[in-house]
């Protein structure tokens, strides 16, 4: 059983910065995929972007890489997603997730309870 556990959610302001962060439990997640997947209200759970064991295993989804950037601590097993520039579109409830692989939520086995994340113009 893995238990993944997101903190830094918040309300902010247009131009403002947040930093999500994952801590997974239960076992080292150092051979899976970690990443953030983003839910706006009435629509479907989207990958923003997963990061494998090394930096250099980054896949973007729809997250822009120009504002957010995702790293991993392998030795703390958690994974983290600096958000900056947010704008109003990024007010979504923000879910870690983890698996083999993550390319789209169907692929994710484990999940955390997510974390809201509310931009105000």
């Known amino acids: 059983q893995v238990d993944l556990v997101e903190s830094g959610g918040g309300s902010v302001q247009a131009g403002a910065s947040l930093r999500l962060s994952c801590a997974a439990s239960g076992r080292p997640l150092d051979n899976f995929v970690m990443g953030w997947f983003r839910q706006r209200p009435g629509k479907e759970r989207e990958l923003m972007v997963a990061a494998g064991k090394s930096s250099s295993r980054t896949y973007y989804g729809v997250a822009d890489p120009g504002r957010f950037i995702v790293s991993r601590d392998i030795a703390k097993n958690t994974v983290h997603l600096q958000m900056n520039h947010l704008k109003p579109e990024d007010t979504a409830v923000y879910y870690c997730?983890?698996?083999?692989?993550?390319?789209?939520?169907?692929?994710?086995?484990?999940w955390g309870q997510g974390t809201r994340v509310s931009v105000s113009s």
């Open positions: 997730a983890a698996g083999w692989v993550l390319t789209s939520a169907q692929d994710a086995q484990w």
